[in-house]
């Protein structure tokens, strides 16, 4: 089974370039979505988290999602201890997920932080998602409710597409969904995985 990092910056089209992988056949892992799901039912995860950042950071057994933001990409320090709590917590999870699609030629393991965790070093290569900033600015104002300058506060954490395309074999360019098959074809067809 080959492993497909998936990666690229807020807004750059990640889940939409991850389910046209999932079309020719792969598994995908979404990462941030099952990172979600890990701090709102992990017990081990919801302990630390409140130790990090207060009882108040759950509101009824749920993570208040929009707090956290508020406090992590303002404080890069607070930032990494929440990573120190998750990432490995979805590692475990992935492990499980492979195990379970072993019946596939190929997955996916889609994660906006996949260079800064460490988890493309587990892909036998990996795949760049780029779109230009003023599509992404639209995508996830429009995606979150939350302003441009919010945006560019996440962007600004993020490492930047060039800093990310040292780590990545390919790049898929998300400016015009049509392109986006023949792009992803060509790396199946490039690995042999395209039948």
Known sequence: MIKIGLTGGIGSGKTTVAKVFERFGGG????DLRAKIIQNENPKAVFEIKKLFGEDIYSDGVLNRKYLADIVFNDSEKLKQLNGIVHPLVFEDFSKFLDENQDKRFVVLESAILIESGFYKFADFSVLVTSDLSLRLKRVMARDKISEEK??????????DQELKINCEYEVINNDIQTLESQVKDILRQNNLLF
């Open 151 to 160: 945006v560019f506060q996440r962007i600004k954490n993020q490492l930047s």
């Open 28 to 31: 995908v892992y979404t990462s």
